[in-house]
C-alpha cells in the first residue's frame, strides 16, 4: 500500500472522529456519532495492518506470524470490551470509563518500552547490521558486540519520555479512580474520602522535578536506568495525584485521566511518526481538557484546587461532622401523587438516586400518566448531575424520554420561578440553595433553582448528605415535602396512586 493511499485513509479515519464527537454531543445524534467513531477505527485498524505488512515485506521480515498476534489480541481485547460493555450497569460506567483510561495508559508505556528497546522495528532508526571491529560509525551508531546499532534521535527520545511518563500517570492514577468510583474495596486508597498527609503536596513536587530530570536525562544519554526510574516515579505520581481528590469531585478526575490518556497516546504518535495516533490522542486529549474545564465551571471550583485534593479535603471535613436533627415535612407516595396531579407544570429533577434505583422507566411512566392529564412536564438536567457528564441524559434515552422534554440547567433555570411542582429524584449538591450562600464550601456552584418552584417534592432513602457533606436547606423548606424510600419504588407507587 502506498504512502499516499495509508495518508488519504488515516485523513477519513479522522474526519469520521471529529464527527464522532460532533454526534456524540447530543443524543439524538448520538447514535450516528457511535457509527462514525466505530467506522474511523475499522478504517485506522485496517489501514495500519496493510501498512505493517508492507513494512515487514520491504524489510524481508515474516508478516503472518506477527499479524497472527495481532488478530488474537483484537479478537480477545475487543471480545472482553464487548462483554463488559454489554454487562455493565449505568451506575457502574464511570468505573468501565477509569478502566478504559488504564489500559490505554499502560499500552502507551507499553510501546515506549517496546520502542526504546528496539527502535529499528517501528522504523525509529535503521536496523542494527553485523560489523567488524574498526568499521567506521556515522548518523549516532555506536558498535556493541559486533552489531553496529543506532541511537534513538533526540527528538524521538523526548516524545517517548512524555509519552511513558503521561501514560503511566495515567494508568496509575486511573486504577485509584477506579477503586474510588467503585467504593467496594477495603483497601484505604481505593475509599471515596481523600487520604491527605503531611507535606504531600511538597513530596509530589519533588517526585515531579525528578521524574522531569530522569526524562530529560533520558533524552541526553538514552540511559535505559533513567528510562525506568522514570516510569516508576511517574506511576507512583500517579497514584500521589489522585489519593487526595475526594469523591465529590470524581467525575472531573475521570475527565481528566481521559485527557491524558489522549496525550499520551499523541505523544507515542509522534514517536513512531504515526499521523492517525497524533490526530485521534489530540482529539481525545483536547476534548477531556475542555470537558474538564467546563465541569469545574460547573461546579465553581478551580481546576489546580481539584487537582490538588483542596475540595476533596473541605468535604471529608465537613461530612464527618455531627448533624443538628431538624425537623422536616414528610409524606406518602400517594400525598406526592395528589399534589403532581393537581400541578399544571411539573419539573422532573434526576439524580444519582435514580440511577442507583433503575428508576428511569418508572419516571418516564410517570411522567406519561401526567401527560395524558393534560400536565406539562419537563427534566432538568445539572452538568455534573450523576457521577460522569451525561450520566442522567443516557439513562433518560435509555428509557426512550422523548428529547424535546430533557432541558439542560441555563436552558430551565429561568422556569423553575413559574413552576408548580418540582420533583428531584436522589439530587442533592446540584439543588442546595447553600450554593448562594457566601462562606458555605459550594458558594458560587452552578445548581438548579429548583427551591423556586411553588412545589418542591424530594425523594431520598435518608437524609445523608451529598458528596459535598453539607445539609441541604431545600429540604427544610416549608414547600419542600420529603418522601422518603428506594427511588423505583416510590415513582411507581405515585403512578398507581394517580390511576
Known sequence: MSMSLVTLLYLVASVCFIQALKGLSHPTTSIRGNVFGM???AIAVLTTIALIHGQARALNIDFGTGIAYVLVALVVGGGLGAFMANKVEMTKMPELVAFMHSMIGLAAVFIAVAAVAEPWAFSITP???????????????????????????????????????????????SVIAFGKLSGKYKFRLFQGASVQFKGQHKLNLVLGLLTLALGLLFVATESWTAFFAMLALAFVMG?????????ADMPVVVSMLNSYSGWAAAGIGFSLNNAML?????????????????????????????????????????????KEQRPVKSGSADDAAFVLSNAETVVIVPGYGLAVAR????????????????ITVKYAIHPVAGRMPGHMN??????????????????????????????????????????????????????????????????????????????????????????????KKVVEDMGKAIE
Open 359 to 374: 428508576a428511569q422507566h418508572a419516571v418516564k411512566e410517570l411522567a406519561q400518566k401526567l401527560t395524558d392529564k393534560g
Open 239 to 247: 497514584v500521589l495525584i489522585i489519593i487526595p481528590i475526594g469523591g
Open 127 to 173: 536496523a542494527p547490521v553485523a560489523a567488524a571491529i574498526g568499521s567506521v560509525t556515522a548518523n549516532g551508531a555506536v558498535l556493541i558486540d559486533g552489531v553496529l546499532r543506532y541511537a534513538i534521535p533526540t527528538g524521538n527520545r523526548l516524545e517517548l519520555f512524555l509519552g511513558a511518563a503521561i501514560g503511566a500517570i495515567t494508568f496509575s492514577g
Open 394 to 487: 443516557v439513562l433518560l434515552a435509555e428509557a426512550e424520554v422523548p428529547y424535546d422534554q430533557v432541558f439542560e440547567m441555563e436552558d430551565i433555570n429561568g422556569e423553575f420561578g413559574q413552576v408548580d411542582v418540582a420533583i428531584i429524584l436522589g439530587a442533592n449538591d446540584v439543588v442546595n440553595p447553600a450554593a448562594h450562600t457566601k462562606g458555605s464550601p459550594i458558594y458560587g456552584m452552578p445548581i438548579l433553582e429548583a427551591y423556586k418552584a411553588k412545589t418542591v417534592i424530594v425523594n431520598k432513602r435518608s437524609m445523608a448528605a451529598g458528596y459535598a457533606g453539607l445539609d441541604n436547606e431545600l429540604f427544610y423548606m416549608d414547600k419542600t415535602m420529603m418522601v422518603f424510600g428506594d427511588a
Open 278 to 322: 497524533i490526530i485521534a490522542g489530540s482529539l481525545v486529549g483536547s476534548s477531556g481538557a475542555i470537558l474538564s474545564y467546563i465541569m469545574c465551571k460547573a461546579m465553581n471550583r478551580s481546576f489546580f484546587n481539584v487537582i490538588l485534593g483542596g475540595f476533596g479535603g473541605e468535604a471529608t471535613t465537613a461530612a464527618s461532622g455531627a
Open 39 to 41: 467506522s474511523g477505527m
